[in-house]
């Protein structure tokens, strides 16, 4: 016994917090002790200030009394030892935790745990809910097999400064123990359990957005309706997360200049004088353009806090990704990669999202276009689109059961190509540039692009792929390892695939906000036979066309709730890793109408 808790954890061993969040679900204790997620919201971080001060460690518990020994006398009750943040472990149960605070007899006869909790005292017939009452049994369980009597023990609840009794009976003991068991169970095991249904316990849940509960069990329904012959008629999901993100990228392309931290902010310098700085709680990546620095204790913090640094070149040619070691868990990679052989699997990924992309290219040529290329080009795709059904895993149009010869990711590839060729013979429609020829339009080219527009559909795509390179690489996925693009050195197959239903409606239509709103000029550009350069002024506009494109909301299409864009690739990261894992059956990808 002593009051230091082991720092690595044998990995059959249960702890007393574990008990909490397994009784309180499941699925928050895979997500935690699995797969070792974590995010802290309101009362989570209410909840670790009011441990501050049982953090604490003061008082040695004293030695527990042999059995026999009376520890009490005739002189009265001497004043009970009270001994903060006191670690316990037995190696036969295979069991351990640290206790908020121990209330002993000195002598060492009884013990009492007094576990503390934010908030007031709960308005339920027992005062308290039972993840905390099995929490502090499994305390109880602890300070016994160390020889203590241990009968009872509090709750105390910062909010209204109140203890509130728990009697360890019988039916509490075996049913904590219980617990311990399923916990040993459930740690040996890497598939997600079912999210809670419609459960009030998930609006203050602080894992709602990573485990998407309603988001789950909406596409589970909708699925096994449709394989009924029915439609799904089940209310909508309750956005169970903030609609937009706190925190946002932080850009940097001034050159020469210097990241550097104080506290818990970046600060950039240049020449020794501050021309910026960012909050570590408001910033979600660090976007470094061309010859930019950053100090080890930068960089370090940021990776500390999960947050990547992204490096560019000055031309927004991406170099690569700091990052701390994120994920610790390779599950969703081995899924990955499994997916990734699976032709059946790759074609129920692929077909839906080549469709929306395709659905999405329209969509924007409907609001933005004009004239006979636009009706045309619109007809055009909507005839195409329904050669495809997104609902299917398998290819119906004629066209490819006419030619046996092609393979169906080849015949996938060319009916999005086809539909790329028709959505940019129409794009120019979309440009209001009155009389600047300087951005005029006539076909996508790159590497290097040769004209304003196609100069900032590069930039606007390489900032994309960014974007989802970041947000798969969060969710624990290999984004180099694609399941429509083949992998290939240098080129990140699977952020490629993931952005194809977005580069319309986000990147393309920050390019059109650019141009048609006048934040570009032809002199932000300089055009040569070598190619087209984008100046300062170019990229600075583009950045917040993006940004702002990115922070707008939108409607959903298929949880029907709004949201930022921002938010809105995050959860499809995620579902993307349901998917792979086996979580839900098929994902659809937003769209607009
Ligand atoms: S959001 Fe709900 S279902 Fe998901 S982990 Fe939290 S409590 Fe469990």
């Known amino acids: 016994m002593g009051n230091e808790l082991s720092s690595t954890l044998p990995e059959d061993w249960v702890t007393v917090d574990m008990v909490n969040r397994f009784t309180f679900c499941p699925r928050l204790f895979h997500l935690m002790y699995v797969e070792g997620r974590w995010e802290d919201n309101a ?50 149960l295979g069991f351990m935790g640290k206790l908020d605070l121990v209330s002993a007899d000195p002598e060492g006869g009884e013990a009492v745990p007094v576990e503390t909790k934010r908030g007031r005292v709960p308005n339920v017939p027992l005062r308290s809910y039972p993840p905390e009452r099995a929490q502090l049994m499994a ?11 241990c009968d009872h023990g509090y709750l105390y609840f910062a909010g209204s400064r109140t203890r509130v009794r728990v009697d360890f009976d019988e039916t509490l003991e075996r049913e ?71 925190a ?31 909050r570590l709680i408001e910033t979600s990546q660090v976007v470094l353009f061309g010859n930019v620095q950053v100090s080890a204790q930068a960089l370090h913090l940021c990776m500390e806090k999960g947050i990547p640094v992204v490096h560019f070149s000055t031309g927004a040619w991406f170099h690569g990704i700091s990052h701390g070691t994120g994920i610790e868990n390779a599950y969703s990679r081995a899924a990955q990669y499994a ?108 590497r290097p692009p040769k004209d304003p527009v196609n100069a900032l559909l590069s930039f606007a795509y390489a900032l994309l792929v960014k974007e989802c390179l970041v947000a798969l690489w969060a969710e624990g996925l290999d984004p180099w390892w694609g399941l429509y693009h083949r992998p290939r050195h240098g080129r990140p197959a699977l952020a490629i695939d993931f952005m194809e239903p977005f580069r319309p409606i986000l990147a393309d239509s920050a390019v059109l906000t650019c141009i048609n709103t006048g934040m570009v000029r032809p002199r932000d550009f300089i055009t040569n036979s070598n190619g087209c350069a984008m100046q300062p002024a170019a990229k600075k506009a583009i950045l917040r066309a993006w940004e702002q494109r990115l922070d707008q909301l939108h409607t959903h299409s298929e949880f029907g709730y709004r949201c930022s864009w921002r938010t809105i690739l995050r959860i499809q990261a995620r579902l993307l890793v349901r998917l792979l894992r086996g979580d839900i059956p098929h994902l659809p990808w937003p769209v607009v109408r």
């Open 43 to 92: 009362f989570t971080l209410e909840g670790k200030a009011v441990h501050r001060r049982v953090d604490r460690i003061d008082q040695i518990l004293p030695e527990a009394a042999a059995p026999e020994k009376e520890t009490r006398d005739d002189e009265g009750d001497p004043p009970p030892v009270v001994a903060r943040s006191v670690s316990l472990a037995h190696d036969e």
């Open 339 to 446: 997916a990734a052989a699976d032709p059946a699997f790759c074609a129920r990924f692929i077909i839906p999202l080549i469709h929306a992309k395709v659905t999405n290219q329209r969509a924007l040529l409907l609001r933005n276009g004009s004239g006979e290329s636009r009706e045309s080009a619109c007809r055009a795709l909507a005839a195409h689109l329904r050669t495809l059904d997104p609902s299917s895993s398998t290819i119906s149009a004629r066209a490819f059961q006419q030619n046996p010869a092609v393979s169906e990711i080849d015949f996938l590839r060319g009916w999005e190509g086809r539909a790329a060729a028709l959505y940019f013979s129409a794009f120019p429609g979309m440009l209001k540039t009155g009389e600047l020829p300087d951005f005029d339009f006539t076909a996508r080219n790159r």
């Open 248 to 278: 946002t990228p932080f850009y940097i392309q001034e050159q020469g200049a210097r990241v550097g931290k104080t506290g818990e902010r970046l600060v950039v310098t240049k020449e020794r004088e501050k021309i910026g700085e960012s």
């Open 176 to 246: 904590t123990l219980e617990t311990i068991a399923a916990i040993r169970a459930a740690r040996a095991v890497s598939i997600m359990p079912p999210p809670l249904e419609d459960s009030p316990k998930c609006w203050g849940c602080s894992l709602c957005g990573i485990c998407l509960p309603d988001e789950t069990r909406e596409l589970r329904e909708a699925a096994e309706a449709s394989e009924a012959g029915g439609t799904d008629v089940g209310t909508d999901p309750r956005r169970l997360f903030p609609a937009r993100d706190r």
């Open 139 to 149: 305390q109880g369980l602890l300070l016994r097999r160390h020889g203590y009597r």
